[in-house]
């Protein structure tokens, strides 16, 4: 299952792509974040991308993986992509190509096409001029989404390691249950699709992150306790691995 896997991201390096599957031009208006597009932007030039650093935030439903990579963003100024978001915001958008397929898949309650994905994260990257540091929250989350990224975005970009938020069952469900109580507006912050979500994650993604992690590319801090807590082991990690401005 993870023969890919191990093959191409423990080198840290890609095969060379015969052809981009996923060159197109297109636009994004999204309001929210509009600043990170310009209309008519070429998504897959040639564009160099070997200095591009990206990070993955992985962690069970509950681990604090938004709270955590906004404080990344806040005192690092990296830029914060979440692979749900982006199709969300990609689905509102009327103007956008992939808005009917996504908007199919949505209904369907079906699974939208990795490469799908890996293309508007590459984009938002892309659109980012001066920011070169990527925290990328949520993906990839099965094995689809690894061989979509090895593809296609994994031979132009520094991968550095999954940043993994861990904590117990009981301090995940828990924790969504007191975020949707809270009125956080997610419909599914509920037990019974909490549950589920938990299973779907042990199940599809914590064996990418096992996998990640028989090669090094892991770096494991403890979600269970308070955000001040966790964010002092983050600010170790982020500070060995990246020189910051002095300011």
């Not at 599914?188 to 299973?199: I, M």
Request: glycine share 6%.
């Amino acid at each position: 299952m993870f023969s890919f896997v191990l093959r191409d991201i423990g080198k840290g390096i890609g095969k060379t792509l015969r052809s981009d599957p996923l060159s197109l031009v297109s636009s994004y208006t999204s309001i929210s974040t509009k600043r990170l597009y310009s209309t008519k932007t070429p998504l897959f030039s040639n564009v160099d991308m070997t200095e591009y650093d990206v990070i993955f935030v992985l962690g069970a439903p509950g681990a604090g993986k938004g709270t955590q990579s906004q404080k990344i963003v806040e005192k690092y100024g990296f830029v914060h992509l979440s692979a749900g978001e982006l199709l969300r915001e990609e689905e509102n958008n009327e103007g956008s190509e992939h808005c009917a397929l996504i908007k199919h898949h949505m209904v369907s309650g079906t699974i939208v096409p990795a490469m799908i994905t890996c293309a508007l994260l590459k984009k938002a990257m892309l659109a980012s001029k001066t920011i070169k540091r990527f925290l990328i929250d949520g993906f990839p989350r099965n094995q689809d989404n690894v061989d979509a990224w090895e593809s296609s975005v994994a031979p132009l970009v520094n991968f550095k390691y999954v940043l993994f938020f861990e904590c117990e069952k009981e301090t995940s469900i828990q924790r969504c249950l007191s975020r949707g109580a809270s009125g956080s507006g997610r419909s599914d912050d509920n037990a019974e699709t909490l549950e589920r979500r938990y299973v779907t994650y042990i199940n599809s993604t914590k064996p990418i992150i096992d996998a990640y992690s028989s090669m090094g590319k892991v770096r494991r801090v403890d979600a269970s306790r308070d955000v001040d807590s966790v964010f002092s082991d983050v600010q170790k990690l982020m500070e060995s691995t990246f020189e910051f401005s002095k300011s």
